[in-house]
């Protein structure tokens, strides 16, 4: 039985008319087609009443899927679509093969890359403890993922092994990513960073430079290289008293050995530009770019000039007016942003009509007997220090007002400052031009992103493990998880989609999985996707799910 629309030609004009037809065969045994019911013209219909017949015959249905909505049970309803997508993303990585492969002498009873990848896509999730996962895992759909796979001391076991082949693992990891997306490795960036921890934390936990503020609590270093596009490609777990210096040569090894990455170039920060570190680099004959500290720096302070004669403007860089001057083999480079110059003596000039205000009104409680001289010096010079002027000016007291006298050559190196940084390189000219040289540095933000999203979104910190060993394997979790993030990233942006990773995944996770019953038959269906959602599945090479995903 299946419905027709017959088409007839009446004076001219077109008309649809909606049959209920019948296929059978006649006593000769010939297929035949009859009609059994007629019900008019297409557009004079109405629908209502065909809603009403289609649900008075429902009910003699024996089939539970034309059973009446009504009587559909529904359960739960998990997130979906970001979990297919990253699924996708680890099967394409061969991340699996990889830990099992590695893994195979251990013998393990369980599925440790399977747990693995379980750590990894909730910390992209939504990060909680290896306990709290038990609980997240309820409102996930992870395809081929049985629930009741996972168990607590599984995770746990699960970064035991991890950890103990995090360098083949990696090494693995970084053959795929140039299999199929080609990064451009002839530079790295590099930095460090810290995070802390509450009590005493593992052994490798010390007290060192904290880079979040908390010298008072014992911390690790993290060392990561990531590549032009922001892709992770090598991390180590430091002890948290490491010096900047020490960690270079190792890396310069890594690189080398595991990575066979022979030629690349150090782009580092103004905070690991002491004279060792240059040495080193230049000990083991790596290239670098780095930029200078502008203040208290013989270097940055010969590249001083009171005003922009010789500079250019650069196009590439949006603007970015740059100067370079050759000294020897070493290339210094001036770079001046007309934007942040105009907003900082915006800020300074708005900072000093806010001081100027507060000092009439001392001034006058001063001059009425409401305060004494020392007073007034010393709430002068709160005043300065609450908005960051103290460099500036030299306050004194006379004839009962309060005068500040400019510092005129902090004033003028100050000003001249503002809106620039400098750089400094061992590559010559013909291997990599100065505005090359400036955007690899701008690029150095890539890997700080990096740093930012571990520590905020991904919550590298609080850490619930005690042991070197788990220490580490949480931090390799978390850089697993910001390298997925990262490429939801890059195929969007090479799509030219609109969305961040941390954009495109929240709409994806608005594919839910949906259970259903009907008369005792148990179903998971997906709810519709917007185009939005569609051209996202597009951009990362995914497959939209289909409306029914388990039956």
Known sequence: ???????????????????????????????????????????????????????????????????????????????????????????????????????????????????????????????????????????????????????????????????????????????????????????????????????????????????????????????????????????????????????????????????????????????????????????????????????????ARSLYQKTLFGFNQETSLKGLLIKEEQKGTLRYIQCHNPEVAKEKKKTREKHYAKIHSEIKKLERRYQKGDLKHKDLYHKVLKLLEDHRMTKYFDPRIEDKKVILYIKPQVWEQETYLDGKFFIKTNIPEEKISAPEVVQSYKNLQEIENAFREMKDFLKIRPVFHYSEERVKAHVFICVLAYLFEKLVGLYCQRANLPHTARGALSLLSRVKAIECSLNGHSVIVTNNKTQEVKNIFDAVNVPCPEKVIEN
Request: glycine share 4%; aromatic share 10%; with cysteine.
């Open 1 to 299: 039985m299946y419905a027709r629309l017959s088409t007839k030609i009446q004076k001219g004009k077109t008309y649809q008319y909606l049959q209920l037809c019948e296929a059978y065969r006649n006593k000769e045994g010939k297929p035949r087609n009859r009609i059994l019911a007629n019900f008019g013209r297409v557009d004079s219909l109405d629908k209502k009443k065909i809603d009403s017949a289609i649900n008075a015959l429902l009910q003699f249905s024996s089939s539970p899927s034309l059973n009446r909505l009504t009587d559909v049970e529904y359960d739960r309803v998990r997130d979906y679509g970001d979990m297919l997508t990253l699924v996708h993303l680890w099967s394409r990585l061969r991340l699996t093969e990889s830990i099992s492969r590695h893994l195979k002498e251990n013998r393990a009873e369980f599925d440790v890359a399977k747990m693995i990848q379980v750590m990894v896509l909730n910390r992209i999730s939504d990060p909680l403890s290896k306990l709290g996962i038990m609980r997240w895992l309820p409102t996930v759909y992870i395809p081929e993922l049985k629930e009741d796979e996972v168990e607590y001391h599984h995770l746990i076991r699960a970064m035991d092994y991890l950890v103990s082949k995090k360098k083949e693992i990696e090494r693995d990891l970084y053959n795929e990513l140039m299999n199929l997306f080609s990064p451009d490795v002839d530079l790295v960036f590099y930095d460090l960073t810290s995070t802390y921890f509450e009590g005493a934390g593992p052994g490798i936990a010390e007290y060192g430079y904290s880079r979040d503020k908390r010298p008072d609590r014992k911390q690790i270093v993290i060392a990561l290289v990531v590549t032009r596009q922001g892709l992770p490609i090598y991390h180590e777990v430091l002890p948290g008293n490491t010096a900047d210096v020490s960690t270079l040569q190792q890396t310069v090894e890594v690189l080398s050995s595991q990575f066979k990455i022979a030629k690349t170039i150090f782009v580092c920060d103004r905070g690991m530009i002491s004279e060792d570190n240059i040495k080193k680099l230049e000990n083991t004959g790596f290239p670098y770019i780095i930029s200078l500290r502008p203040r208290n720096n013989d270097e």
